[in-house]
């Protein structure tokens, strides 16, 4: 069955650390890529999304994701995380011919230390 | 970007009952889903909520538990029916527009007790 694979469960930086979240999919075929952000006490935001083009994608607060397919992978980063980086953060695909079905990893919590 | 709404936005319910969950949403949209949130545990698609004709159901979900309904473009509700504490979860609603980005409701956290 199609999966969504995320590394790390909990991590915790330091402010100004460098952050970089692992993300594979298991599926041959064509995918739609996204990183979603839950800040304490919000709702569900996206952060990224990748269909075709450059596989580096810049989204919202200095995030970025690289989009390597034939690692499956779709890794979030930010050079320098903020306290208000804390959050827990979940990459997603949808698979073509799935529409509208999201498929999420396990969820990543991040801490960042002031 | 669309503003979804759900009520209640938490409740606590004795095992045997059931809770009817709504979701509004400030736009008309063609796609609904209902997502449901274990503690500890990923989002998993419950089904998508189609207007004028039955919901779709993912695997592991029936209709029979989770009644849906979808009167209109901007409107659904989530039954969960007969509950057991097994059901504690955050449930979420959300929309999209096919293999766009979806935008989700703030959940609603139901206890089982």
């Known amino acids: 069955a199609q999966s969504v694979s995320q590394h790390n469960h909990h991590v915790i930086l330091s402010e100004a650390a460098s952050l970089e979240l692992g993300c594979n999919y298991s599926?041959?075929?064509?995918?739609?890529l996204f990183w979603y952000v839950q800040y304490p006490g919000q709702h569900l935001q996206l952060l990224l999304k990748?269909?075709?083009?450059?596989?580096l994608v810049k989204g919202i607060k200095g995030f970025e994701a690289e989009f390597i397919k034939s690692k499956f992978s779709f890794n979030l980063r930010k050079p320098s995380v903020q306290w208000s980086d804390t959050a827990e953060y979940f990459c997603?695909?949808?698979?073509?011919?799935?529409?509208?079905?999201?498929?999420f990893g396990q969820g990543t919590t991040l801490q960042v230390k002031p | 970007s669309a503003v979804i709404s759900q009520k209640p936005s938490r409740d606590i319910c004795q095992r045997g009952t059931s809770l009817t969950i709504q979701c509004q949403v400030d736009?008309?949209?063609?796609?609904m889903f209902w997502y449901r949130q274990q503690p500890g545990q990923s989002l998993t698609l419950i089904a998508t909520?189609?207007?004028?004709?039955?919901?779709?159901?993912e695997s592991g979900f029936v209709i029979d538990k989770f009644p849906i309904s979808r009167p209109n473009l901007t409107f659904s509700t989530l039954t969960v029916s007969n509950m057991s504490p097994e059901d504690s979860s955050i449930y979420l609603c959300?929309?999209?527009?096919?293999?766009?980005?979806?935008?989700f409701g703030p959940g609603t956290r139901l206890t089982v007790l």
């Open positions: 959300s929309v999209g527009q096919g293999f766009d980005e979806q935008f």
């Open positions: 599926y041959g075929g064509t995918v739609n």
């Open positions: 990748y269909f075709s083009g450059d596989p």
């Open positions: 997603a695909v949808i698979l073509s011919g799935n529409t509208g079905k999201l498929i």
């Open positions: 736009s008309q949209v063609t796609m």
């Open positions: 909520a189609n207007q004028g004709s039955e919901a779709t159901y």
